[in-house]
């Protein structure tokens, strides 16, 4: 089945810079890799996501790319503000298995 | 346009007994999916029901089971509970159309097992 790996588990950032979080997966035939931000005792909210057929997207400050070939895709966010502090989900769809497998989870904690 | 709820949002049993979570899907969304999430750790699959039928199922014993109603809403029971039942579980709903990868999640129900 597919197996995602996700690092780091923890980021600390000041206000301002960059964060950048790295998934891998292992199975070729997923082909749907979503972001959730989920924030204490709360619901995860879909962030970003982007298809098998694209290699880049961007939504303001966030960007995600997908590398399908060496099976890795990441997350970007730029301007890192204090309310970009959460835990971060990577995760990939396996049509057939109709499933999202997710990461382990990166928490993001962006000091002023 | 209605969320996908959960109810209840906090539960606590003991060992063996049995459990029912709800979910309402939020309006228009005719696949609901469960999750089960531990501490500290991602949501793991458990089912998936489109149509009223289970249509993908992730590593859970039988004893977790579910059903899907005509109006889509959905329930996930749990038998004979044990320890390590305690976690939070995820309902989520998808789009028709061929968005079914698509998950929007509700807050969940805090199931603790004493």
């Known amino acids: 089945g597919e197996n995602v790996e996700q690092h780091p588990s923890t980021l600390s950032v000041q206000e301002g810079d960059s964060a950048v979080i790295k998934c891998t997966y292992s199975?070729?035939?997923?082909?749907?890799f979503p972001w959730y931000k989920q924030e204490l005792g709360k619901r995860p909210q879909l962030i970003i996501d982007?298809?098998?057929?694209?290699g880049e997207k961007k939504d303001q400050r966030i960007a995600v790319t997908l590398n399908k070939t060496a099976k890795h895709f990441s997350l970007h966010i730029t301007e890192t503000q204090p309310e970009d502090s959460a835990v971060y989900f990577c995760?990939?769809?396996?049509?057939?298995?109709?499933?999202?497998?997710f990461g382990t989870g990166t928490r993001l904690q962006v000091t002023l | 346009e209605t969320g996908v709820t959960q109810s209840p949002t906090h539960l606590i049993k003991t060992r063996g007994q049995q459990v029912t979570l709800r979910c309402s899907s939020q309006?228009?969304?005719?696949?609901v999916s469960w999750y089960q999430q531990a501490l500290g750790q991602g949501p793991q699959f458990i089912f998936q029901?489109?149509?009223?039928?289970?249509?993908g199922r992730g590593n859970f014993p039988p004893r977790f089971s579910g059903l899907q109603f005509p109006n889509y809403s959905s329930e996930l029971n749990v038998n004979a509970l044990e320890l390590d039942d305690s976690a939070l579980y995820l309902c989520?709903?998808?789009?028709?159309?061929?968005?079914?990868?698509?998950?929007?999640f509700g807050s969940g129900t805090q199931l603790s097992v004493l």
């Open positions: 989520a709903s998808s789009p028709p159309g061929g968005s079914r990868e698509k998950l929007f």
């Open positions: 199975d070729s035939a997923s082909n749907y």
């Open positions: 982007i298809r098998s057929n694209v």
């Open positions: 995760a990939a769809y396996t049509g057939t298995a109709s499933k999202l497998t």
């Open positions: 309006s228009g969304h005719n696949t």
């Open positions: 029901y489109y149509r009223e039928e289970e249509n």
